[in-house]
């Protein structure tokens, strides 16, 4: 199914950090009128002031001073895209590309850490454990049509050490232009209303035309790579995620991100977590889930490590219907996506 862009929060605690006003993605029937080639990768380079950031101490300078401490608090979360309930279980009209099962990244901690443990906050104030924030996601900010937004995201631990995980959505309406968004920045572990790791920024996108030209919720992901920062690589700060595909579509996941629609303010990290169950086309939710907007492109983690704080990202959050949070399901389409954009400098 296609989606417009639009929201909604099972156990959810905060942990550290999320919200945009959208331009909707086409929305229709017409699983018959996409092109066959909807796996193709898709990719731009990311763009300070609308101007391509080639080089990290320029763009550095430029974000930090668009992104003020105020700017930032006057964000508004992303719209999360229009979507709907399914019923458990598979669906044939987007059947994939499933392979082994496997972890293609493994977590890794930070080379080094200045900053002390902190809990991620129960969103539905009922979860089944302390969760501490994880330093590998964070909150993402970006400008679209002169309004700035915000999201989540992860770190992956890529071998070039610079990879964030998130939404679709999140850096390309998925409306079939050619404008991705703007002053695209991460701030890693974001903790009542402070970059606890400094903000980074964008470098490139890697994405699929399944989304960005049509828009289709089980294409909603992206990677992004980001400029080193004071000769750092981020991944090297802040640790990274580990990666899996063609796991399976049941399983105990754990979903961290910055919902910033009330009850919630966007500052700090929550969570919730549960087992996830299939949700019909190449897609897998997780039921009653209280996370909202700003959740958007947050991980969906499998294997979670409270002490390490890392877990493997299985997906990421699309959009909530009935309450139910929705991800892509990661298969080998996503893998190759991945491939791609794994070894970006």
């Known amino acids: 199914m296609r989606r417009k862009l639009g929201f909604v929060p099972v156990g959810i605690m905060l942990v550290a950090t999320l919200a945009v006003a959208q331009t909707p ?16 990768v898709t990719e731009a380079r990311a763009t300070i002031h609308g101007r391509v950031s ?34 458990d279980g598979e669906a044939l009209d987007r059947p994939g590309r499933i392979g082994a099962a496997r972890d293609v990244a493994t977590p890794a901690a930070p080379r080094s850490s200045t900053a002390g443990v902190r809990a991620a906050v129960d969103g539905a104030s009922q979860g089944t454990q302390s969760v501490n924030a994880s330093p590998g996601v964070g909150r993402v900010f970006f400008t679209h049509n002169d309004e700035d937004f915000f999201c989540s995201g992860g770190t992956i631990n890529n071998p070039q050490a610079n990879m964030v995980s998130t939404a679709g959505h999140c850096v390309h309406p998925g409306d079939g232009g050619s404008v991705w968004f703007d002053n695209w920045a991460y701030a890693p572990e974001f903790t009542d209303g402070v970059a606890l790791h400094g903000l980074w920024f964008a470098k490139e996108f ?7 030209d049509w828009g289709y919720l089980w294409w909603d992901f992206a990677f992004v790579t980001m400029h080193p920062r004071n000769g750092d690589r981020l991944v090297h700060v802040t640790g990274g995620q580990g990666l899996s595909v063609n796991k399976s579509k049941s399983l105990t996941a754990l979903l961290l991100g910055y919902p910033g629609e ?40 499998r294997a979670w490590d409270n002490d390490l704080r890392f877990g493997y990202v299985n997906s990421v959050m699309s959009y909530k219907y009935s309450g139910n949070m929705y991800g892509p399901y990661f298969d080998d389409d996503v893998l190759d996506i991945y491939n791609v954009a794994k070894n970006k400098q």
Not at 25 to 40: D, E, I, K, Q, Y
Not at 74 to 84: H, Q
Request: aromatic share 8%.
């Open 25 to 40: 993605a086409r929305a229709g029937a017409a699983a018959a009128t996409a092109p066959s080639a909807s796996a193709t």
């Open 54 to 87: 080639t080089d990290a101490d320029a763009a550095a300078s430029a974000g930090n001073a668009y992104w003020t401490p105020e700017r930032m608090r006057a964000a508004r979360p992303a719209p999360m895209p229009d979507g709907v309930d399914t019923v």
């Open 206 to 212: 890697t994405s699929v035309e399944g989304w960005v």
């Open 262 to 301: 009330a009850p919630y303010d966007g500052q700090s990290q929550y969570y919730a977590q549960g087992g996830i169950k299939a949700a019909g086309a190449q897609r897998v939710k997780l039921k009653d889930c209280p996370l909202n907007h700003g959740s958007s492109g947050g991980p969906f983690l």
